[in-house]
């Protein structure tokens, strides 16, 4: 397939083209911080990405299966932002930074919704929402090169009260590579093909390259990092993806 992700939230049908946005003043990453009393999680309102299936449906998502450990959210700005905003730093370095920035803890949300119906009368399910605790944790760093490994840590909640031991669960991996010659990208239908860079289109430019959790080869992509006064961005060309 192909479609277009930019900000999280605008999509189109044709290609993709990733952007990754960087907003660490702000309350969605959490961290070891000191101890909070936060409200309980059940009476939070997670965002849904989601549309209305039948006029006037009523969209809010029922509990999910799964949960995850409690979070302190930040609310000032974290160090890694602090440090990214540093004066005097190479574009480079400002943009290794920003790579580095994304390590940490994080609450991460998986919404299940159906769409579409293709039956007369179909009336859909009530979707659902599920979360857990997702860590990244950088596994490589070197001037050229980055890779950032993400684990997820979910329980099963059984009740309300009584949920599961934690279960922890390889996710996907992030390798970030610096002006490379060449890089893998999907095909389509299980393939792959290694893509040359041109000097001009790598220059001052990362490759991200996304693995699944058997670490084998699932999109790539080239893109510029940009940064501002409250957020820094990654914006890839349109490539394809499964």
């Given at each position: ?27 969605a ?10 409200e ?6 997670q ?9 006037g ?46 390590a ?56 309300k ?82």
């Amino acid at each position: 397939m192909r479609s277009s992700i930019v900000a999280i939230s605008k999509v189109r049908s044709s290609q993709f083209a990733l952007c990754w946005i960087l907003v660490l003043s702000a309350s969605a990453y959490a961290y070891d911080g000191p101890e909070k009393s936060p409200e309980p999680v059940d009476s939070r309102r997670q965002f849904t990405f989601a549309w209305p299936f039948l006029p006037g449906a009523n969209m809010a998502p029922r509990g999910g299966s799964t949960v995850g450990e409690e979070v302190a959210l930040v609310v000032e700005p974290s160090p890694a932002w602090i440090e990214l905003q540093a004066p005097g730093l190479s574009a480079k370095e400002r943009d290794r930074k920003a790579i580095l920035a994304m390590a940490g803890a994080y609450r991460a949300s998986f919404d299940f919704i159906e769409t579409v119906g293709f039956t007369v009368g179909y009336e859909p399910d009530v979707p659902y929402q599920s979360w857990g605790t997702e860590y990244i944790y950088v596994v490589a760093d070197t001037p050229d090169f980055i890779s950032l490994q993400h684990i997820m840590v979910i329980q099963i909640a059984a009740t309300k009260d009584n949920p599961s031991s934690e279960m922890v669960i390889k996710h996907w991996r992030q390798d970030w590579r610096y002006q490379p010659d060449t890089y893998v990208v999907f095909n389509g239908h299980r393939q792959w093909q290694r893509k040359t860079l041109s000097q001009d289109v790598a220059q001052g430019r990362w490759v991200q390259s996304v693995y699944q959790v058997d670490d084998s080869p699932r999109y790539a992509a080239v893109g510029r990092w940009q940064h501002n006064a409250n957020y820094s961005s990654w914006t890839s060309e349109e490539t394809w993806r499964p």
